[in-house]
T-cell receptor, first 112, second 115 residues
Framework: QQQVKQSPQSLIVQKGGISIINCAYENTAFDYFPWYQQFPGKGPALLIAIRPDVSEKKEGRFTISFNKSAKQFSLHIMDSQPGDSATYFCAASTAGRRALTFGSGTRLQVQP | SQTIHQWPATLVQPVGSPLSLECTVEGTSNPNLYWYRQAAGRGLQLLFYSVGIGQISSEVPQNLSASRPQDRQFILSSKKLLLSDSGFYLC??????????????FGPGTRLTVL
């Protein structure tokens, strides 16, 4: 029940297109949902995060959409750029658990 | 501002040799600290976390151990490395203040190759 399932495993998008990565969870106690971006050879960097009291959060070209009833959340990257090519991880946690549960990651490639 | 350091950045060790990876955090006090391992092209596996000096929780049984001798220092060790210990080791810290969003920040990582 602690799992977070992420899809797709890999994604190829043309420059200027929209990249969409999806995550699903079972534990209804999760109350914090961050997304991380990782470039090769680097540690993951916090990109954007959402709490379940809102259905959408936007920061620049990055948007999290959250569907509490479906227990799903997704990352949308608008106007995708080659510099967005990286691996993206979704995660979830509860206030009582001291660690994040990560999805398996999505390797995004944005073609010029 | 907070900074997290890991060293060494890369390490090549023979099978059966010992291991010591170090992580330090600056600019914060009493953080939660974490060790993750990432195999090539794979996700993040939580190995250990610590909520305070001398307090270690293990998530996955293996030949690795962790210690927290100081508030902002976290060490990952092994007495005898296995080939399967190869990977990218990441240290992370988390704000512990109440009402926070559990934001977790990662260090630059250590690439370990066991031959």
């Amino acid at each position: 029940q602690q799992q977070v399932k992420q899809s797709p495993q890999s994604l190829i998008v043309q420059k200027g297109g929209i990249s969409i990565i999806n995550c699903a969870y079972e534990n209804t106690a999760f109350d914090y949902f961050p997304w991380y971006q990782q470039f090769p050879g680097k540690g993951p960097a916090l990109l954007i995060a959402i709490r379940p009291d809102v259905s959408e959060k936007k920061e620049g070209r990055f948007t999290i959409s959250f569907n509490k009833s479906a227990k799903q959340f997704s990352l949308h990257i608008m106007d995708s750029q080659p510099g967005d090519s990286a691996t993206y991880f979704c995660a979830a946690s509860t206030a009582g658990r001291r660690a994040l549960t990560f999805g398996s990651g999505t390797r995004l490639q944005v073609q010029p | 501002s907070q900074t997290i350091h890991q060293w060494p950045a890369t390490l090549v060790q023979p099978v059966g040799s010992p291991l010591s990876l170090e992580c330090t955090v600056e600019g914060t006090s009493n953080p939660n600290l974490y060790w993750y391992r990432q195999a090539a092209g794979r996700g993040l596996q939580l190995l250990f976390y610590s909520v305070g000096i001398g307090q270690i929780s293990s998530e996955v049984p293996q030949n690795l151990s962790a210690s927290r001798p100081q508030d902002r220092q976290f060490i990952l060790s092994s007495k005898k490395l296995l080939l399967s210990d190869s990977g990218f080791y990441l240290c992370a810290w988390m704000v512990r203040t109440s009402g926070s969003y559990n934001e977790q920040f990662f260090g630059p990582g250590t690439r370990l190759t066991v031959l």
